[in-house]
């Protein structure tokens, strides 16, 4: 009973111990609390202080109002609760969307070759000679870059400029399926995700259209190695979006290239420079490792001041010695040439499974990045039947809104003779083949 984990008299007091039930692990992401009436009886309280605790949890992102479905645990709580996915012992681990640790630059080199003497609290706390190697790298593939901020990962960069333009309530556009921590970051914001279906190219402008119609004053997009469907904008869709997004006033567009350098295909970009509120953010996680939590931001002049402006008085910055390990890796060639064959193998990785699930005429999705994407016709039986036979994949269910069933096969790692063995293993896993994906 879930009531025993609630208590309190008053709606702080009651919020309180959902905290605590929910931190505590007794309540767990998705559960269902009592309703309103229900607890207000046990607790001996009115109906109004149930409903005003249950308003506070949901504002702060730890419920959700499932409409009469009642009031249930938000499945990505604020709070640090465990929600990552777990691969039972002896899988093969091809659910958790890392990059290969193998193909990372070794970080113990570029260590070595540090000098890290102390800093002293900083005004200006970005290295200039990381500033100028990411605005070559923007201006490279044609992004406007006059103004760049360095933040802790391409989320932080994501979160820190929804913060500088939207306010709890705002409508985002988001891709479906889309990364399920984007979703997870919007909620506890108090903001409210709007659907933009996708294929092989990235959003459809139809749809875009039409989130932007239903008032979405932000729209969220990945240009490359999307996450889970591994789309890409090709120079049409890119031409296509922009000229939507350019002729709509006032949205705030923010890309989040968080494969760059490994996502095997080029930068291409929706954003003008002549957008009012614009931001690209480049994160090194996947071409020099999620350990470093380091990105780079572009945008517009007030966006990332904005944004530098709020980092200034929290953070202050990203840490130098984190800023000096990047310098040290992009200006170094043979990292470089290391980065190319990454994604190059990645590709190779990702090819070889669709090639070999299409020869058996399974139809799956990966133009770039780290994952195959492949739509089904129900996740938990395909998800059971390849854990029976050794692999752990991931069910969607959490990544999409209005999109169908899918499961997200992390290839990064995947060798050449596994390709055949796992599309052999999916092929009797599948129960209908499905060959589609739409929202
Ligand atoms: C679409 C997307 N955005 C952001 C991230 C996280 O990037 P970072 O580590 O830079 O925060 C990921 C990680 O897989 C991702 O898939």
Redesign the pocket.
């Known amino acids: 009973m879930i009531e025993q984990f609630l208590g309190g008299r008053t709606a702080s007091g009651i919020a309180a111990s959902a905290e605590a039930a929910i931190r505590g692990g007794r309540l767990v992401p998705g559960a269902r609390l009592p309703t309103i009436r229900l607890l207000a009886t046990e607790l001996g309280v009115s109906p109004m202080t149930v409903a005003s605790a249950y308003r506070e949890l949901a504002r702060r992102g730890l419920v959700v109002a499932a409409g009469r479905r009642g009031t249930r645990v938000a499945d990505r709580p604020p709070l640090p609760v465990r929600t990552r996915v777990t691969v039972p012992k002896g899988a093969r681990d091809l659910a958790s969307?890392n990059p290969d640790p193998r193909l990372l630059p070794p970080l113990n080199d570029a260590l070595s070759r540090l000098d890290v003497s102390p800093e002293h609290y900083l005004d200006e706390g970005n290295l200039p000679a990381l500033v100028e190697l990411a605005r070559a790298q923007f201006a490279a593939d044609g992004i406007h870059s006059d103004s760049i901020a360095v933040i802790?990962?391409?989320?932080?960069g994501?979160e820190r400029v929804l913060q500088a333009h939207v306010r709890p309530g705002d409508i985002i556009a988001v891709e479906d399926p889309g990364?399920v921590?984007?979703f997870d970051l919007l909620r506890p914001l108090g903001l409210r995700l709007e659907p933009v279906g996708l294929d092989d190219a990235g959003p459809r402008p139809a749809d875009l259209r039409r989130a932007l119609d239903a008032g979405a004053k932000a729209v969220i997009l990945?240009p490359r190695?999307?996450?889970p469907s591994g789309a890409a904008l090709d120079e049409p869709r890119a031409a296509e979006l922009r000229e939507i997004l350019t002729a709509w006033e006032d949205v705030l567009v923010i890309e989040?290239d968080?494969?760059a350098g490994v996502a095997g295909v080029p930068a291409l970009t929706v954003c003008d420079a002549t957008l009012p509120k614009w931001a690209t953010v480049r994160?090194?996680?996947?071409s020099l490792g999620?350990d470093l939590?380091l990105?780079a931001l572009a945008g517009d002049s007030t966006t990332v001041a904005r944004v530098e402006g709020r980092q200034q008085i929290g953070t202050g910055w990203v840490s130098r010695i984190l800023q000096r390990i990047v310098v040290a890796f992009w200006s170094d060639r043979s990292t470089a040439r290391r980065i190319t064959r990454t994604g190059h193998a990645y590709a190779e990785r990702r090819t070889r499974l669709i090639d070999a699930l299409a020869e058996r005429g399974i139809v799956a999705h990966g133009r770039s990045g780290l994952n195959v994407y492949l739509p089904v016709s129900d996740e938990a039986s395909v998800m059971a039947g390849l854990l029976q036979r050794g692999w752990a994949v991931a069910a969607m269910e959490r990544w999409r809104i209005a999109s169908g069933p899918a499961i997200r096969i992390t290839t990064a790692t995947l060798m050449p003779q596994e390709a055949e063995v796992l599309a052999d293993d999916i092929a009797s896993s599948l129960e209908r083949r499905t060959a589609t994906y739409s929202a």
């Open positions: 969307g802790g990962g391409a989320l932080d994501v990364f921590r984007t990945t190695a999307q996450n989040d968080h494969a994160s090194v996680s996947k999620p939590r990105a």
